[in-house]
């Protein structure tokens, strides 16, 4: 599956944004998605992931109640709704892909290593 992420920017410290990676060339729906950033540095870190049904979702603690991984399948699509973003989550974002059999409804995976298809990424700047 290709990844195409997009959305990123510059924002000031408190505010928002949201981020979007559209897949193609293979059925989507077959396909857990997760959400990392890198920043400059740093290695690369889990941000959240959701499930090929949309059933289950899974965040970093120092994300959980301020971003929201959501998808649709029939647009082929993943969401990252980022708010209270701080200056130290400046960061490239990628969006991921993970190949999954649908007997796992609720599978989030985290590791990055069970990836198998990463999008080119989206800088997001957040200025304090």
């Known amino acids: 599956v290709q990844l195409q992420a997009f959305g990123g920017g510059l924002v000031q410290a408190g505010g928002s944004l949201t981020l979007s990676c559209e897949a193609s060339?293979?059925?989507?729906?077959?396909?857990?998605m997760g959400w990392f950033r890198q920043a400059p540095g740093k290695e690369r870190e889990f941000v959240a992931s959701?499930?090929?049904?949309?059933?289950?979702?899974y965040y970093a603690g120092s994300v959980k109640g301020r971003f929201t991984i959501s998808r649709d399948n029939a647009k082929n699509m993943v969401y990252l709704q980022m708010n209270s973003l701080k200056p130290e989550e400046t960061a490239v974002y990628y969006c991921?892909?993970?190949?999954?059999?649908?007997?796992?409804?609720?599978?989030?995976?985290?590791?990055?290593?069970?990836?198998?298809?990463w999008g080119q990424g989206t800088q997001v700047t957040v200025s304090s």
């Open positions: 959701i499930s090929w049904s949309g059933g289950s979702t």
């Open positions: 991921a892909a993970k190949l999954v059999p649908h007997s796992g409804y609720n599978y989030t995976p985290f590791r990055g290593a069970d990836f198998g298809s």
């Open positions: 060339g293979r059925t989507f729906s077959n396909y857990a």
